[in-house]
């Protein structure tokens, strides 16, 4: 069997020991939190749970940095290995730039996660479907399509992408949207509890992101700090824009924008139907709309779950394919569910 090494094994580092070993590898995992490392062990993230680092590396031919970046610099500065290495940082400039000469290092990003963090939150299932950006700068070939290999046997899609465009695109759709959310939470909040009351799901769905762990955000922003600085000056510009907009009446200009924002955020998935399945206050009513799924035999593409506000049940909306929402429907009705 094929010998992974895993240094960090947070939610990505987790995931990604649960994936290799569910498609035949055997992981070695290290993190300097013991805590963290015996919670992946228990959740069979990892075979060989190790007390440092060269003992992880013993034998292994792949190699997962899955710390933080700082931790990520650090370790490569010492790394004497002949094994392919890789790692999961959100900024690859510094990553790249601190390769050892020698090291077999393709920098890597795989973009998923969710708001939780540690081990307790990994999942076998977190990079399918997902992109995961495989950067070749310095990189020998044959290493970026073991890699890729790699990367597609967990269900992920590979793209290759050098680390400078990389650092450029990602501070746009991810760390600038971390920044907007948090700044749009504190708006909210200072300006009372009635607002904070009152939020519904395009509030929520726009600052999800704000919920997510904080601890590693300050150091990735810093490490991204002129590409981040433009993202900003850019969008603080759109919204001046914005703002003339409203101000001098200029409707059709406004609804130009809107318009033309609605279509290039249908463009980038695809076609979805949604189906609001009202959900009462009772034990299995989850469990009920589960197994009306399995029935239907329907992919669900994303789905969200509105709470009423006082508490006892919701709106549980299923996206699905349009082709797909007719058979949802029926097998939701059959189920005795009311439709919203």
Not at 153 to 171: F, K, T
Request: proline share 6%.
């Amino acid at each position: 069997m094929r010998r992974a090494a895993i240094f960090g094994t947070g939610l990505i580092g987790a995931s990604l020991g649960m994936a290799l070993r569910r498609v035949g590898w055997t992981v070695a995992g290290w993190d300097p939190d013991g805590a963290a490392l015996e919670e992946a062990t228990r959740r069979s993230a990892v075979d060989y749970p190790c007390e440092s680092q060269e003992a992880a590396l013993e034998g292994s031919e792949l190699v997962v940095l899955a710390g933080p970046l700082t931790a990520t610099l650090e370790t490569l500065s010492g790394l004497r290995t002949d094994a392919l290495v890789t790692d999961v940082a959100g900024v690859k400039g510094p990553v790249v730039d601190a390769r050892p000469a020698g090291l077999r290092l393709v920098a890597g990003h795989p973009m998923a996660g969710r708001e939780q963090a540690g081990p307790a939150a990994a999942s076998p299932s977190l990079f399918k479907g997902a992109a995961w950006v495989i950067c070749p700068d310095h990189a020998v070939a044959d290493d970026i399509e073991t890699l890729e290999s790699i990367v597609e046997s967990v269900g992920a899609m590979p793209y290759r992408l050098p680390a400078a465009e990389h650092d450029r695109v990602i501070a746009d759709i991810s760390h600038l949207p971390q920044i907007l959310a948090v700044s749009l939470i504190n708006l909210v909040t200072r300006s009372g509890p009635v607002a904070g009351r009152l939020v519904a799901g395009s509030f929520r769905d726009l600052t999800r992101v704000a919920a997510s762990e904080p601890r590693w955000w300050p150091e990735v922003l810093a490490a991204n700090e002129a590409n981040v600085n433009d993202s900003i000056g850019r969008l603080m510009s759109l919204l001046g824009e914005v703002r003339a907009e409203v101000g001098h009446g200029a409707s059709g200009r406004l609804t130009t924008r809107i318009e033309e924002a609605r279509s290039r955020r249908q463009a980038m998935a695809p076609p979805v139907v949604r189906v609001g399945v009202v959900l009462q206050d009772r034990p299995g009513e989850i469990a009920s709309v589960g197994r009306a799924l399995e029935r239907s035999g329907v992919d669900v593409r994303d789905l969200q779950l509105r709470h009423a506000l006082h508490g006892g049940g919701g709106i549980l909306t299923l996206s699905v394919r349009p082709s797909e929402a007719d058979a949802l429907r029926s097998a939701l009705l059959e189920a005795d569910f009311s439709l919203e």
